[in-house]
């Protein structure tokens, strides 16, 4: 099983922008699915995006279309989420989570096996 470590959050203006990392431990990273989600303070997690184990197939959040990009690399297990046009509502913690036994993605949380600790990502207007 993987172990996930997420970087890249801080503080940003409105406008701005940021690229969040996830780490993956293992050997066997490139059979995982893989996923963004965030959480705001009183809201539920929600999804961001999400890539299939060899990053073919992308899925976005309608909030995050267009702004956000999510890509991977098998070589080094890691995952990146990069946000552009950062909005003050894009304010939560960013989690990264895998999903093992997908073959294409997934947005629902129940999918998803492994959890990073998250990073915080604050916008200001």
């Known amino acids: 099983q993987v172990q996930l470590v997420e970087s890249g959050g801080g503080l940003m203006q409105a406008g701005g922008s940021l690229r969040l990392s996830c780490a993956a431990s293992g050997r066997t990273f490139s059979t995982y699915a893989m996923g963004w989600f965030r959480q705001a303070p009183g809201k539920d997690r929600e999804f961001v995006a999400a890539i299939s184990r060899n990053g073919t197939n992308t899925n976005y959040a309608n909030s995050a279309k267009g702004r956000f990009t999510i890509s991977r690399d098998n070589g080094k297990n890691m995952v990146y989420l990069q946000m552009n046009s950062l909005k003050p509502e894009d304010t939560a913690v960013y989690y990264c989570?895998?999903?093992?036994?997908?073959?294409?993605?997934?947005?629902?949380?129940?999918?998803?096996?492994?959890w990073g600790q998250g990073t915080q990502v604050t916008v200001s207007s």
């Open positions: 989570a895998a999903d093992r036994y997908r073959r294409g993605t997934s947005y629902y949380i129940w999918d998803y096996d492994t």
